[in-house]
């Protein structure tokens, strides 16, 4: 998918790689978001595209003039969903908005697990065996 628009100079047109990487960016600078995850996979979708876009976690339908944007994030522990999906729609709507123009319709958040340290955490309650 490409979004094109035309005026007297020429033509315009942003991949949705360009408008991908928009949104992935602003959502990494939102307190809260710890990794991103890859979108379910979408048979019909990688048979036309080609098996790179499963890996992505953007989603962007377009139907006209509006644009959805579905964005799959891991959050860090301790972190209110609400509050991190909030601020991503804010700040992915604000940063495509100003870099391409185009005005997105919807920001869906999907929050896709919670990212917990690997290592024991040093708040974790002890046990021992006596």
């Known amino acids: 998918m490409e979004i094109t628009s035309s005026n007297e100079k020429g033509n315009l047109i942003i991949n949705e ?6 949104a992935i960016n ?4 939102v307190d809260g978001v710890s990794s991103f995850s890859s979108k379910p ?7 036309k595209k080609g098996s790179l876009k499963v890996m992505s976690p953007v989603r962007i339908t377009q139907d006209g003039e509006d644009m959805d944007i579905s964005i799959y994030i891991n959050l860090l522990p301790n972190k209110k969903i609400k509050t991190v999906s909030e601020n991503v729609q804010h700040n992915v709507h604000e940063a495509i908005l100003n870099m391409t123009g185009k005005e997105v319709s919807k920001v869906n958040v999907i ?3 919670i990212d917990f340290p690997e290592n024991g955490d040093s708040n974790a309650p002890l046990t021992s065996e006596n």
């Open 26 to 29: 602003a959502a990494k600078d």
């Open 111 to 113: 929050i896709a697990g």
């Open 17 to 22: 790689e360009a408008i991908s990487s928009i």
């Open 41 to 47: 996979m979408d048979v019909v979708g990688t048979i």
